[in-house]
């Protein structure tokens, strides 16, 4: 018959039996962590035990002579060698704590608009370094900040190299020159992206159909599902091949004349209409 205490790595003499109660006498098995040679949960014989030194005081209930020799009804062992304490902060947790005051401190730095102060101490003399706090930003580079990192025409007004690149048009004066011609229409589309302007929606149609991208590569640019960018261009085709499928192509001599006449005195304007009817010719031939 055992008297000793079953709690492995315990070898005090005497204890209180498991309960009659299966509930109860699970909760002792589960708090217990003691496998069989199956893996599985260890089933207490009948005469198992556990040794008071796993029971709290709160786990006794005192008696008229003084004594705690009796348990609660409720009472399951708590007190084992190998539990860890609740105190001791595991390395891992120690790294988080790390990084979180650190954040803590440099966002703390940077929401203070004045002069910062930074200390750098040696064995022989201790250096102050100032640092000047950053001039106030404007509104607009406010909202373009917002923005940093989604394409945007606007992002290349005085970029006339990417602007070719992306649609064929030669600067962002003649790409604005063919968003303009399309009329106030452009606000009024069957689908509307609310979150992004109707020039770049055109911006994401030109680039489509000039560098041959896929939905999932400008839904990354633009910050958008790759289903709102298949909307978009499906939507702007069509609004484009209605807008501008009455103009001819290819005029007569007589028309290429007198287009001549009438902007002789405004070279660019010619330059942006023969421009505008190359461009037609080589993306919205049907």
């Not at 606000?187 to 991208?213: G, N, W």
């Amino acid at each position: 018959m055992p008297t000793r205490c079953c709690v492995p790595g315990c070898s005090v003499s005497g204890g209180h039996k498991f309960p009659s109660n299966p509930e109860l006498c699970l909760k002792w098995r589960v708090a217990l962590k003691r496998s069989d040679p199956t893996k599985g949960l260890w089933k207490p014989g009948k005469h198992d035990i556990v040794c008071h030194q796993h029971f709290t005081t709160n786990d006794y209930k005192e008696t008229l002579l003084g004594d705690r020799s009796r348990l609660k009804i409720d009472a399951v062992p708590s007190v084992f060698s190998f539990r860890r304490d609740s105190n001791i902060v595991s390395p891992r947790a120690l790294r988080m704590q790390s990084r979180k005051a650190m954040r803590v401190d440099k966002s703390t730095v940077l929401d203070q608009g004045i002069q910062q102060e930074v200390e750098v101490e040696s064995p022989h003399n201790s250096t102050t370094i100032s640092i000047d706090s950053e001039p106030d930003v404007p509104k607009d580079m406010e909202i373009q900040c917002e923005l940093l990192g989604r394409y945007s025409i606007e992002n290349f007004r005085d970029n006339p190299k990417a602007v070719s690149f992306n649609t064929g048009f030669k600067s962002y004066e003649h790409f604005m020159f063919l968003f303009n011609a399309l009329g106030p229409a452009v606000y009024e589309l069957k689908y509307k992206c609310s979150s992004l302007h109707p020039s770049d929606q055109l911006f994401i149609t030109l680039i489509k159909l000039r560098c041959a991208k896929e939905d999932l590569e400008l839904s990354l640019l633009f910050n958008l599902s790759v289903s709102t960018i298949a909307r978009i261009f499906n939507t702007w085709i069509n609004f484009l091949y209605f807008q501008l499928k009455e103009l001819n192509i290819w005029p007569s001599r007589d028309i290429v004349d007198i287009c001549q006449l009438i902007f002789k005195e405004n070279s660019q304007a010619l330059e942006l209409s023969l421009m505008l009817l190359r461009f037609l010719s080589r993306n919205l031939k049907t």
